[in-house]
């Protein structure tokens, strides 16, 4: 008996494992709920049929319930047939007994159909604003995939939903700028918390914008009032200008002054968008890290770079770069950088942001440079480097630390501040050290005074002052100083050099600088025991100042003019009235000898005064005095009355002289040794300087001059009767060498 019942137990046990086996993977075929199912598919849309074979039954033990699984089953959409691959509708066990059909949730599958149809069916089940969109995004690709609906106890669909699918080489419109081609993606949608949506992208390739996406991920999270997408997207490949300027407008970034820009890179950008429910993006956050390969950049405004780096051409090329940015325009670059020929090595980290913070090292080997107020210049190939720490104010720029080195040249800023126009506002503290040639031409230290703040103290060994001397004869040099730079000025320097060998020694100045000008100001020095400069600065008014120049020494001034070479000896003496807008000056240079001067000794020759013209090759011609009249506005001189006087030949002249470009001069060449019978043939005025005499008459030679300074064309008209205005200038010589010579 025992045996029997062991039996049976065992036999029905069996049983029923092989029928709930049976059930769970064969099931049963019936017809039972097809009038149902097909009822509850009208109810969820009217445009909406759902057809299929049969049903099949089968018991799901995990979640002890029944399957109802549809037998091809297909969906009609307003006449459009979409393939499904399954729908399973999952019931209570109890739906079997009752024959009440109480749905607790659907899965529906489908496999590689047309994104275009299955887009057509998700008004069934995804928000109305999101379908909208999707018919505008999607373009082509295919869809696998699967929704699990659920369903309230009321047989109403719930919420929390879910779609699990691959979209497979989709094309994609974001707008018509912003396109995704041939994507490859997980997609997941599901109810995250409450009444907030979230769908996730997993990225396995694609193109946006000419960059293949690599394994990237978005989540988009749908709440009433606001979506926000989050991503960390890959991309590799190459952008051209067009493209970049999209990715930077929907970052938020200015590309304005650029010119032109191609780039080569591998990065990861992780973003994070805020947009209002019509899809206008409201606030945004991102980061880009990653490798530049390759980058070409143009920008637009050079005019300032190139005063001191000449031969950069708007033009910079990175590679192999590492990268990393943000929204608060956090920026570091490390990698490779070039301006012209040759790569160097470059790091800059700092924030970009409207006020600007940067920090790094750059090579500047490639390039030329340029410090005109230093008479400083590097040649292209000769190492240099820059290191700097520089921000930027509403004021201009703060130059915290910046050094630039090359060989034995060394320039140390220390806390200087500038305006927009790049002119000084303050100083703290400056060191130069540079050579031209292996030759030292600068060796100074310039700082605040640690008591006396409202002093600056510049000393040292050796100063270059080239080119300052040639400010001397500018209008309005390009300035230095703000309006608001107001300090006083003491000097103390070993040796000034002048670009000549009459360097002055015991370099000493005392200034005041207000609103950014020269007020006041004293110099000394000594060209040797017995021959010295001085040099003052005084303000007549508000808007006028005196310059003088006294020196035992003409040549370092001279030298400024480019018509004028082979200058030796002679004494000099200047004035020059300042205003704002010009500059009117008289300078008189005493007893000095000229040659080399290529534009005079074609005059002489072209007057047939081939002797004087062979003097001035060799040893030079002397003149005993020369003065000139001028006025000056920017880098033109209006040269308005000049006259040389001299044994051999005196000359007077007019025209102007525009710096650098070129020269315009017209005048008269006398020979002087018909002077005398020229002026004595002066009625009543000859016979009182000169006595009676016969002349050969009042005559002269009549030139012109004009081209640039190191190419000027001159002609003559031979014979000339001379201008009344050079017989009174020379009478007038004439009678003050008499007066000195009596005394």
């Not at 920026?331 to 020929?341: A, Q, S, T």
């Not at 040099?535 to 035992?552: C, H």
């Not at 002679?570 to 500059?583: A, F, H, P, R």
């Not at 002087?672 to 000859?686: D, F, M, Q, R, Y």
Request: aromatic fraction near 8%; hydrophobic fraction near 40%; charged fraction near 30%.
């Amino acid at each position: 008996m025992v045996r029997f019942f062991s039996r049976f137990i065992l036999l029905l046990l069996v049983s029923i494992t092989f029928i709930i086996i049976y059930l769970s993977y064969f099931g049963i075929e019936t017809d039972r709920f097809d009038s149902l199912i097909k009822e509850k598919a009208n109810e969820v849309s009217r445009y909406v049929k759902l057809n299929f074979k049969n049903t099949k039954i089968h018991l799901n033990p995990k979640e002890l319930n029944l399957a109802v699984k549809l037998q091809n089953p297909k969906i009609l959409v307003k006449d459009n047939e979409i393939v499904l691959s399954k729908i399973d509708l999952f019931l209570p066990l109890k739906s079997f007994i009752t024959s009440d059909f109480l749905l607790q949730r659907a899965e529906v599958a489908f496999f590689n159909n047309d994104i275009k149809d299955l887009v057509k069916i998700s008004n069934i089940f995804l928000p109305k604003f999101f379908n909208k969109k999707l018919n505008k995004i999607f373009s082509s690709g295919n869809l696998q995939g699967e929704f699990v609906i659920p369903f309230n106890s009321d047989g109403g669909i719930a919420e929390n939903y879910q779609f699990n699918a691959k979209l497979l080489e989709a094309d994609i419109n974001i707008n018509k700028d912003f396109k995704i081609k041939n994507l490859s993606t997980d997609i997941k949608y599901a109810l995250k918390s409450g009444k907030d949506k979230e769908i996730n992208f997993l990225i396995k390739q694609g193109k946006i914008l000419n960059l293949d996406l690599q394994k990237s991920l978005i989540d988009i999270n749908l709440k009433d009032d606001k979506k926000i997408i989050k991503s960390k997207i890959k991309t590799k490949g190459t952008s051209k200008h067009s493209e970049i300027k999209i990715i930077s407008s929907l970052l938020g970034l200015n590309l304005d002054n650029i010119k032109s820009v191609e780039l080569t890179s591998d990065l990861e950008t992780s973003a994070k968008l805020w947009l209002d429910n019509k899809f206008k993006i409201t606030d945004r956050t991102f980061a880009v890290k990653g490798k530049i390969k390759d980058l070409n950049l143009e920008h637009k405004e050079v005019s300032r770079i190139k005063k001191f780096l000449p031969s950069y051409n708007s033009k910079i090329i990175l590679k192999d770069t590492e990268i990393s940015f943000n929204q608060d325009s956090n920026l570091k670059l490390i990698g490779l950088i070039k301006f012209d020929k040759k790569f160097e090595d470059f790091s800059l980290s700092g924030s970009t942001r409207e006020h600007f913070k940067l920090n790094g090292t750059i090579g500047l080997t490639d390039l030329s440079l340029k410090i005109p107020k230093l008479n400083y210049y590097k040649d292209e190939n000769i190492k240099a480097n820059l290191d700097f720490n520089i921000n930027s104010s509403k004021l201009g720029y703060d130059i915290k630390r910046l050094i630039y080195s090359s060989g034995k040249s060394k320039i140390e800023l220390d806390k200087i501040r500038l305006n927009k126009k790049l002119e000084i506002r303050d100083i703290k503290n400056i060191k130069v050290t540079t050579f031209i040639d292996n030759l030292k031409n600068n060796d100074f230290h310039i700082g605040r005074h640690k008591t006396l703040k409202n002093t600056i103290f510049i000393n040292g060994e050796l100063f270059d002052a080239e080119p300052h001397l040639k400010s001397l004869y500018k209008t309005e040099d390009k300035k230095t100083l703000s309006k608001d730079f107001n300090s006083e000025i003491k000097v103390s320097l070993d040796k000034a050099i002048t670009g000549t060998n009459d360097d002055v020694s015991n370099f000493g100045m005392i200034a005041s600088i207000k609103k950014g000008t020269f007020s006041k100001l004293s110099l000394k020095g000594n060209f040797s025991e017995n021959e010295i400069i001085e040099m003052s600065i005084y303000q007549v008014d508000t808007n006028k100042r005196t310059l003088q120049v006294i020196s035992d020494r003409a040549r370092p001034f001279i030298k400024n003019f480019d018509f004028i070479k082979g200058f030796e000896g002679g004494k000099l003496e200047y004035e020059s009235v300042i205003s704002k807008n010009e500059t009117n000056s008289n300078l008189l240079i005493s007893d000095f000898k000229v040659s080399k001067v290529p534009a005079l000794a074609q005059l002489l020759t072209l007057a047939s005064l081939q002797g004087i013209a062979d003097t001035l090759s060799g040893e030079g011609i002397r003149f005993e005095s020369f003065e000139m009249k001028s006025n000056s506005k920017g880098n033109v001189m209006n040269i308005q009355d000049a006259l040389a006087m001299g044994p051999a030949v005196s000359i007077l002249l007019e025209g102007y002289v525009d710096k650098g470009k070129i020269v315009s001069l017209r005048g008269t060449l006398v020979p002087a040794t018909k002077l005398n019978s020229i002026i004595a043939s002066i009625p009543v005025v000859g016979d009182i300087l000169v006595g009676k005499k016969t002349g050969e008459g009042v005559v002269g030679v009549s030139f012109k001059m004009k081209g640039p300074p190191k190419d000027m064309k001159t002609t003559v008209n031979p014979i000339k009767t001379l201008t009344p205005r050079f017989i009174v200038r020379a009478v007038e010589k004439i009678k003050k060498k008499k007066k000195e010579e009596a005394k």
